[in-house]
């Protein structure tokens, strides 16, 4: 059984791209939870999803990110008109269900890095 | 507003030795607490959860504590090994049906020979 998957591992773009994390959850999650770490910060909680629908993402910037968890395929965090403060690591977790004593299995993380 | 507070932010120990790191958390409603390890460059992995109820729970030479009425909580590392170098995060999570977890900024171990 394979882990959180997320690619890519490490992404560069100039300011003003788009970048696409994909985060593949655990086989039979249905419970994708994406997180920011800024450099010498600890993680912050961005957006949490269930298939095809958003169920808390008080965590979001309000403009330039998105998020999606279709039904089928990855889940994806979407930053565009990316800017230098966008440069992070963003970790995907994901759970098989809503319970909160279900333990959230983390990604490798994203590495962003804007020029 | 929801915060966790960690201490010391880095601590450096003789491989072999014992060290205690320590974690306040201000999270209302308050469902559980967890500790996660994180490698350099890695994912958090989780080592311990723990309701209001559990006062101590261990995972191999990880022990971790918790007062619920003080809002307290600590990680025990015993006879510490290389490997345990890596930084160490206290969690709460909000709500009873909710699963947003509120992050310490984390303790950096470094365990030298």
């Known amino acids: 059984n394979a882990g959180v998957m997320q690619n890519p591992r490490h992404l560069v773009r100039r300011r003003g791209q788009e970048a696409r994390l994909r985060c593949s959850p655990m086989?039979?999650?249905?419970?994708v939870y994406w997180y920011r770490q800024l450099p010498e910060e600890g993680l912050k909680f961005m957006v949490y999803?269930?298939?095809?629908?958003?169920?808390?993402e008080s965590g979001m910037p309000k403009e330039r990110f998105s998020a999606e968890f279709p039904k089928e395929g990855p889940s994806i965090l979407r930053i565009q008109q990316v800017v230098r403060g966008d440069s992070a690591a963003y970790f995907c977790?994901?759970?098989?269900?809503?319970?909160?004593?279900?333990?959230?299995?983390f990604g490798p993380g994203t590495r962003l890095t804007v020029l | 507003k929801n915060q966790v507070e960690q201490s010391p932010q880095s601590l450096i120990i003789l491989e072999g030795k014992n060290c205690t790191l320590q974690?306040?958390?201000?999270?209302?409603?308050?469902?559980?607490l967890r500790w996660y390890k994180q490698d350099t460059g890695r994912g958090p992995v989780s080592l311990t959860i723990?309701?209001?109820?559990?006062n101590t729970k261990s995972n191999g030479r990880y022990t971790a504590t918790l007062d619920a009425d003080t809002k307290q909580s600590s990680l025990h590392i015993t006879a510490s090994q290389l490997s345990d170098s890596a930084s160490y995060i206290c969690v709460a999570l909000e709500g009873a049906a909710g699963n947003k977890l509120t992050f310490g900024g984390g303790t950096r171990v470094l365990v030298k020979p």
């Open positions: 974690c306040n958390y201000t999270v209302s409603p308050f469902s559980n």
């Open positions: 086989k039979g999650h249905s419970h």
């Open positions: 977790a994901s759970s098989p269900g809503q319970s909160a004593y279900n333990e959230q299995f």
């Open positions: 999803l269930q298939k095809e629908n958003i169920i808390d």
């Open positions: 723990m309701t209001f109820s559990e």
